[in-house]
């Protein structure tokens, strides 16, 4: 649209151009007024200033006095237009865009809320992009010619996610997650102080630069703080000292189809009332499914490693789930998960 605008002032511009050198040469050629006198006359007649002539005009002055007139009228008209039509039209395309992404966002629930939208919270889009999660985008900038955002289950807005107001409109109070991966860690902690106020029920994950910052963040609200730099360089020492235990791990969470991995993260929720409180033993997923269960969360956040068969299900515990792509599918035709 930009360049389009663009070109039709161009136009609008060579046409002034082109009628004040046919007005110059008519006055020069058809009164023998001298060049600046044709050109002050050509100029005081297109802008319609109201000057008298240099020298009474014969007949055909007085027609191309008519015919400069009404020629920069319409000149003037469609270089008026086009401006209109770009400054309104672009404001206005741009307002229906926001209010109808305004509207799709106050109408979604349990959805993630991701604050800062550059090589961090970018991986964290397309993470959350291959299990159809919904996510809300807040960054200063929209950023142009990203497919991230064009998918259907993630919704940009422009603004200062520090701002109580954008997270609001962001529709925070009914998000499940934040995540903060802003440039500085006084931006984290203040969206994370301000998120927590707004949803004592958010789960919320930082970012941060350093241990002090990170402690703050701590007391703030923020249930996982991430530090890039040390994960960073603990999976390089990793690959040093166990190169082949952390490419297993790497490949149990590749999602080679798009969407499915090896690994589920199944709560006590989202399983099916007749399962709900049944030992491991009980649930027999091994057989029903190929699925084995390596992990159980319990509710008070504590993680036990290959749990007994005896191990009972209660409520606000989890359980993780190891199998091929095809045996997850199962698992979750099996807990109606899909």
């Given at each position: 649209?930009?360049?389009?605008f663009?070109n039709?002032?161009?136009l609008?511009?060579?046409?002034?151009?082109?009628?004040l050198?046919?007005?110059?040469?008519g006055?020069h050629?058809?009164?023998?007024y001298?060049?600046?006198?044709?050109?002050?006359?050509?100029v005081?007649?297109?802008t319609?200033?109201?000057?008298?002539?240099?020298h009474?005009?014969?007949?055909?002055?007085?027609?191309?006095?008519?015919?400069?007139?009404?020629?920069?009228?319409?000149?003037?008209?469609y270089?008026?237009?086009?401006?209109?039509?770009?400054?309104?039209?672009e404001?206005?395309?741009?307002?229906?865009?926001e209010k109808r992404?305004?509207n799709k966002?106050k109408?979604?629930q349990?959805h993630?809320?991701i604050?800062?939208?550059g090589?961090t919270?970018k991986?964290a889009?397309?993470?959350?992009k291959?299990?159809?999660?919904?996510?809300v985008?807040i960054?200063?900038k929209?950023?142009?010619?990203?497919?991230?955002i064009?998918y259907?289950?993630?919704?940009?807005?422009?603004?200062?996610?520090t701002k109580?107001?954008?997270?609001?409109?962001?529709?925070?109070?009914?998000?499940n997650t934040?995540?903060t991966?802003?440039?500085?860690?006084?931006?984290n902690?203040?969206?994370?102080?301000?998120?927590?106020?707004?949803?004592?029920?958010?789960?919320i994950v930082?970012?941060a630069a350093n241990?002090?910052?990170?402690?703050?963040?701590?007391l703030?609200?923020?249930?996982?703080?991430?530090?890039p730099?040390v994960?960073?360089?603990?999976?390089m020492?990793s690959?040093?000292?166990t190169?082949?235990?952390v490419?297993?791990?790497?490949?149990l969470?590749?999602e080679?189809?798009?969407?499915?991995?090896?690994?589920?993260?199944?709560h006590?929720?989202?399983l099916?009332?007749e399962?709900q409180g049944?030992t491991?033993?009980?649930?027999d997923?091994r057989?029903?499914?190929?699925?084995?269960?390596?992990?159980?969360?319990t509710?008070d956040?504590?993680?036990?490693?290959?749990?007994?068969?005896?191990t009972?299900?209660?409520k606000?515990?989890?359980i993780?789930?190891?199998?091929?792509p095809?045996q997850?599918?199962?698992?979750n035709?099996l807990?109606?998960?899909?």
């Open positions: 649209m930009i360049k389009h663009r039709e002032l161009i609008a511009a060579l046409l002034f151009l082109l009628l050198s046919a007005g110059t040469l006055f050629y058809s009164q023998n001298p060049w600046i006198d044709a050109l002050y006359m050509t005081i007649t297109v319609t200033v109201g000057f008298g002539e240099v009474p005009l014969n007949a055909h002055g007085k027609l191309l006095t008519i015919f400069l007139i009404l020629t920069s009228i319409i000149i003037y008209a270089a008026i237009t086009i401006i209109t039509e770009y400054v309104v039209g404001n206005i395309f741009k307002k229906l865009i992404m305004e966002i109408k979604l349990n993630v809320v604050a800062g939208y090589r919270g991986q889009v397309n993470k959350l291959n299990y159809n999660r919904k996510v985008v960054d200063m929209k950023p142009e010619n990203d497919k991230l064009d259907e289950n993630v919704y940009f807005m422009e603004g200062d996610a109580d107001e954008i997270l609001l409109k962001a529709c925070i109070k009914h998000a934040l995540i991966t802003l440039h500085t860690d006084a931006d902690l203040f969206v994370v102080l301000s998120s927590r106020q707004l949803n004592p029920q958010l789960k930082s970012r241990d002090k910052t990170a402690g703050k963040m701590k703030a609200g923020a249930d996982r703080i991430i530090m730099e994960i960073g360089g603990e999976f020492a690959l040093v000292v190169p082949d235990l490419e297993f791990l790497n490949a969470s590749m080679d189809t798009g969407h499915k991995t090896n690994l589920e993260e199944i006590f929720s989202d099916p009332p399962y049944k491991i033993a009980a649930l997923l057989r029903k499914t190929g699925c084995t269960i390596i992990g159980y969360k509710a956040n504590k993680y036990i490693i290959n749990p007994s068969a005896e009972k299900l209660e606000g515990s989890a993780i789930v190891l199998g091929q095809e997850i599918e199962k698992l035709r807990f109606h998960l899909e």
